[in-house]
C-alpha cells in the first residue's frame, strides 16, 4: 500500500520536526535591494531542454496532442482547423506565464517590506532527514517536481516563490485561477512572476482542456520548472483542507504512467498562518455576501491590512514523494502500451483510484505538518462555550486540550518556558478582533451592538463571529477526526458491540466524506486508528469486542462529540430543509439560498443555535452527500438542473444522523 | 553395458567455460596491456592500448585482481540416470551416443550470465543431461523420439548451445532419463535449387558452415545473427532468429521456405514448397519460436540468393543519440535501410574506441586527431554526447553508391557527418569479438550480460533512457558499489519499429551473492522495458528466463492457446525441457 510508505513518516510525536529557520530574521538585518538583487543561480534538472517561455508556447500547440484534439474538434464542429488552432493559440496565450527574473526580484523587494510589517516570523522548518532544501534540491535536480502547498490565503504562492528565492531553489510555475486575472496590473505582474492561469471551469471544453494539459505536460517534460499547485483546487474558506481535486495531479502523472519521464517527485507543503488575511473577508463569504471581485484598487484599499499584526506563518516542506515508488504493483504501466501516447484518454479505473487515493495521502501529509497555535486549542473550547467562560476555567481547558491533542499526533507550536496564562492572554491579544474578556470572562465578540439592528442583522454579526473562530477550530479538525466520529459512533450506537459502532462509524464516515480529509476505502483503517488513539488516551477500553468509555474518558468523549456537534446538527438542519420546505422545482442555484433563510428562521425562532449551517460550504457539502448517497438526485429540465427529494431516505438519514435510528435502518431505507 | 563413446571436433577446440573457441580470448598480459589471443580474427595476436584504462575506469575495476577460474571436476556432476531399456534399443540402432561428464556438462548449459558463472566457479548444475546422442539424419532423430516415447524419457535438442534465455538447462525436477539430442551431425545441404533460389539444409548446420557451403556455389542465405559462427539452423527456427542483413535478406520467418519436425506425435511438415499459403494459421509458426518444446526440427528449406557484386561499409557521427534514433526513423519511414544499420550510444562509441588496436603508423593517428578535432570541435559535437551509426550497404555497385548517397543526406538532415568506412567495418569485426569480452570481464570481478527488445518509434528514446536509469537504480538500491555500465544500441529497424540491445555490467566486488544480484536487476529491467512499449523478446526467445511474464505479455487466451498445441502434439512432455510456457 501507497500508506505504507507514508504512513512511515507519520507519528510526529516520535520525530524532531520542531526546529524551524526564521527566514525574515536575515531581512530584518540586512539591505532588502541587496537580497532581491542578489546572485540567484538555482540547481535545474538535469535532463532539462533549455527553452525561453515563448518557445514552450509553439511547443504546446505543435504537439502531436493538440494536433489530434483540433482535428477532433474542427471535425466535430465544422469550423475548419485553422480557426480551432487559432482558438488554441488564444486560450494559450491568456494561459501562459512569462517568468521574468527581474519580476521575481521586484517581488523579493516588496513582499519583504510588506512581510516585515504584516508578520513577526515567517518560519521554514530547519531540518528533518537532513536538510529539506538539499532533499528538495536534488529532487528537482533528478527528476520533474511537483510543489504541492496548501491554500488558506492569497498569500500562498507569492510566499512559496518567496522562499524558494531565498533558497535559491529553482522557481516554480504556478497553476493560478483565472480570477487573479482581472486585476490588470497585479494579474500580468504575476504571470512574470511564473503565474499561469487556469479559467474555474471548462467541464466540457475538450479544446481548452488539451491546451492546459499539454502546457503543465510539456513544462514537466522538459523540466522547464517545478510545476505548483494546490489541490484543494481552490483557498480554502474555512481553513480545514478541501477534499482534494485530481485533474491536475492526473495531468502531471501521465507523462510518468506513459514512460515520457522516469519518475515525478510530488512534494507535499503546508503553510500555517497564525491569522489569516481574509480572516472576515472568508466569514462574510461563506454567510452569502459576495466577495469582492478581486481588483487592484481593491487590493490597494487592503492597505488597510497593513497596519495589522497577523502573528508568524510555518512552512513546512515534506519529503519529496516519489510517483514511482507510490505506483509500484498499483498501476500496469503497460495498459498505456496499446493507443499513442498522443491520443487522450480517460484514466483507466485502477489509475483514477491510484491519483485519488495519492491527492488524499498528499494532503493527510500537508495536515499532519501544519502547525498550531494555542490559540486554535482555545478557539475549539470557546465554541462549545458560546456563552462564554471564566479566563481561569479556559486556561485550564486549554491545558487539557494540549495534552489531548498532543496525545493524538498534533503538531503543536506551544511557547516553551513561558507561563500558561502568558500563553493564553498573548492569545487573546492577537486575536482580538474575535473574543474579548470582561469581568474574567471570556466570550466571542458578537458585533457592535450600537444603534438599531433588525435581528437579522444581530444574527449575520453573531454568524461572523462563530464562522471567524470556527476557522480556527477547523485547523485541529485532521488531529481529532476520527476520535470524534468514533466518539459519536459510541454515542449514536445501539450498543457497545465493536461491530455496530462500527457500522455507525462507517456510516459517518460516508455522510461526512465531502467535509473531512476521508480517504474513500480508508474506513477500516480510520476506525482502527481512532480506536488506537482512544485507547492510548485512556479514554475506552476494547473488552471482548465491545468498546467501552472507561470514566476518565468521560470528558475526553465528550469534548469530542461535541466537535462535531455543528457539524451533525447543520446536516439534519439540511435533512430538515429537503423534507419540510424543499419544493419539486428547486433549482441547484435555489438551494443555498433557500437553505440559509430556512435556518435563519429556525434561529431566529429559538429553535436552532447552530451557526455553522449558515456555512455556505457546509451547505454545499450537505448537498454533495445526500446527492452520493443517492436520497437527493439531480434532474435536468430544460436549461436547469433541478434537485429531486427523495423523501423518505433523507429523512432517515436525518434521523440516522441524529442518533435517533440504528445505521443498519438508514441503510435499508435507502434501498 | 558398454557406451559407444564419440568425440566430436567441435567441443575439442571450444570453451567449455565461456564463449566460442578456446584459443581465443582477451587478457592483460604481463605489462597491463589488453591483447586478444589467437589467430581467428581480425583483432586476433594485437594490443589494445586503452582497453586496460577503460576497463578500470568504467568499472572501478583493477587488472591486478585476477581471478582464475577453477578447471572442470567431473567428480561434481550428479550420477546419469540412465534408463536402460532405452539405452538398449537406442544401442540397437547404431545411432552414436556417450554419458561421459564433459560430453554431459557441455550441453548442460547455454550462455546465460548465471551458467558461466556457475560453471566458473566450479559449482556445475543441478540436473544436467544423463546421456548425449548425435543422430546423423531425419531418420535417425525419428527413431530417437520413438524409443524415448516408448521408454518415456526426456529429449532436449541441443544445436549450437549459445541460447542466453536458460533454454538449455534441465528442468531439476525432470527425474526421467534426460537426453540430449545433439544435432551436429546432421549438418549438410541436401540440395541448391537454383531456379526456386532454395536449398533444402538439415538443421544441425553451424551458421558460418552454411555461410561457407553456400559461397562456395556463389549464393548465400544472407541470415546472419551475431551467433552464427556457432548458432545452428534448428537453432533459429527454434528461437525466431534474427539476422543482421535482415533488411535485405527477411528474419528467418522470411527465409524459411519449409520446415520438416519430427514431433511425438509424429512427422509435421508441409505438402509442398509454395511461397506463401492461405491454409488456416501458419503451421511453420507454431514451430518457429517453440524453443524445443514440440519435437526437432531436421531439415528446413531455405531462401538462398546470389553473392552481392560489392559491399561496402559506412559510418555517421550524431551529435547525441536523439538525433541518431530521429535519422533511423526517417529511413526507415523512406523504406531505405541498408542490409544493416545499427545505431551506438555514447558508451558504446566510447567502448569503441578502448578497443582500437596499436597503430603502428603515425600518419593514422594523425588523421584520427584531425578528425576528432574537426568533429568537436569545428562541428561542436560533446564527446560525451556524440553517438555513431555504422553501415553496411549490399547490392550491385552502381545501386549501392546511389544508396548510400540518399541514407547519407538524410543523415546529414539529422546533423549526422559521415566519418567514414573504416570506423563502420570496425563496429562489425567487433560483434563477434565482443562475446568474448565478457570472460575477461569475470576475471576481473565484472558481470556482464545483454539482453534485447523491440518497441515501436516513438517509444525508442524513453524506453532506453528509462531502462537504464532503472538499472542504475536499481544496482544502487541492491548494494552495487560500483557505478554499472549501461549502454544500448538500436541494432535493426521495422516500418513500426526498431530493436534496442542493452548492455549491462558491474563490478561485484562486495557482493555476497552477484549473480543473484544481476539476475534482480535484470528482472526490473524488463518490468521496465514491458512498462515502456517494448516487447518481452525480439529474438532471443523465452527460454525459462522470461517464462513468468508469457501470460502479461500474450494473455491468457494466448497462452492457452500455446498449451493445447503442446498438449495435442507432446501429451507426455517428452520435449521437457519447460521452455516458454
Known sequence: MASTTLYSQRDPMLKKRDDFEDILEERRNSSDLKYAVRCYAPVLYKGLTPCKANMLKSMVLQSDHLRYVINQVSQESGEAPDIIHEEASVILEEMAHRLKISTVRFFAFTLTKAFKTLFQHICVNEEEYGSWYINLQQAIQEHPVVLLPSHRSYMDFLLMSYILYTYDLALPVIAAGMDFMGMKFIGEMLRMSGAFFIRRSFGGDKLYWAVFSEYVKTMLRNGFAPIEFFLEGTRSRTCKSLTPKIGLLNIVMEPFFKGEVFDVHLVPISISYERILEESLYARELLGVPKPKESTSGLLKARRILSENYGSIHVYFGQPVSIRSLAQDKVNRCKYNLVPRHIPRKPTKE?????????????????????????????????????????????????????????????????????????????????????????????????????????????????????????????????????????????????????????????????????????????????????????????????????????????????LNGLLESFLQGYQVVCQYFCEEACDSLTEKQYIPAVRSFAVKLILAGNLRCYEVLSSDMQKNALAALLRLGAVSKVKVADQVTLKVNKLAVNSLEDTLGGRLPTQKAVLARL | MSATVHCFPRQEIMKWNGWGYSDSKFLFNKKGQAEFTGKRYRLSGMILPSLQDWFENTFGASVKQHKSPPSLNAGALPPANLNEAFLQDLTATGIPFSHEADDRVFRAHGHCLHEIFALREGRGFQRVPDMVTWPNCHNDVVKIVELACKHNVCVIPYGGGTSVTGALECPPEEMRCIVSLDTSQMNRILWIDEKNLVARIEAGIIGQDLERLLNEGGYCTGHEPDSMEFSSLGGWVATRASGMKKNVYGNIEDLVVHIKVVTPRGVMEKSCQGPRMSTGPDVHHFILGSEGTLGVVTEVTMKIRPIPEYRKYGSVVFPNFEAGVACLREVAKQRCAPASIRLMDNEQFQFGHALKPQVSSIFTSFVEGLKKFYITKFKGFDPHQLCVATLLFEGDRERVLQHEKQVYDIAAKFGGLAAGEDNGQRGYILTFVIAYLRDLGLDYYVVAESFETSVPWDRVLDLCRNVKERIIRECKERGVQFQPLTSCRVTQTYDAGACVYFYFAFNYRGLADPVHTYEQVEHAARDEILANGGSLSHHHGVGKLRKEWMKESISDVGLGMLRSVKEYVDPDNIFGNRNLL
Not at chain 1, 518556558?417 to 458578537?446: I, M, Q, W, Y
Not at chain 1, 450506537?493 to 456510516?507: G, L, M, Q, Y
Not at chain 1, 474513500?520 to 465491545?546: H, I, M, R, W
Open chain 1, 351 to 559: 489509475t483514477q483510484s491510484f491519483v485519488t487515493d495519492t491527492a488524499y495521502r498528499i494532503v493527510r501529509l500537508q495536515e499532519d505538518s501544519m502547525v498550531l497555535k494555542p490559540w486554535v486549542l482555545m478557539a475549539s473550547i470557546l465554541l462549545q462555550n458560546l456563552e462564554g467562560l471564566e479566563l481561569s476555567l479556559l486556561t485550564e481547558q486549554t491545558l487539557w486540550l494540549r495534552g489531548l491533542a498532543q496525545s493524538c499526533g498534533a503538531f503543536l507550536d506551544w511557547p516553551d518556558h513561558t507561563p500558561s496564562a502568558k500563553v493564553v492572554s498573548s492569545s487573546l491579544a492577537l486575536h482580538r478582533g474575535l473574543v474579548c474578556v470582561s469581568g474574567g470572562r471570556v466570550s466571542l465578540v458578537l458585533g457592535e451592538p450600537q444603534g438599531l439592528v433588525t435581528p437579522e442583522e444581530a444574527l449575520f454579526n453573531r454568524a461572523v463571529s462563530v464562522l471567524s473562530c470556527a476557522s480556527y477550530r477547523n485547523q485541529i479538525l485532521h488531529v481529532f477526526i476520527r476520535p470524534a466520529i468514533l466518539a459519536v459512533a459510541i454515542h449514536n450506537a445501539a450498543s457497545s458491540k465493536k461491530d455496530e459502532v462500527f457500522n455507525c462509524f462507517s456510516f459517518l464516515c460516508k455522510m461526512f466524506s465531502d467535509e473531512f480529509i476521508l480517504c474513500p476505502g480508508d474506513t477500516v483503517q480510520d476506525f482502527e486508528e481512532a480506536c488506537y488513539l482512544l485507547v492510548k488516551s485512556g479514554s475506552v477500553q476494547t473488552l471482548q469486542q465491545n468498546i467501552v468509555v472507561t470514566d476518565r474518558g468521560q470528558s475526553t468523549l465528550s469534548f
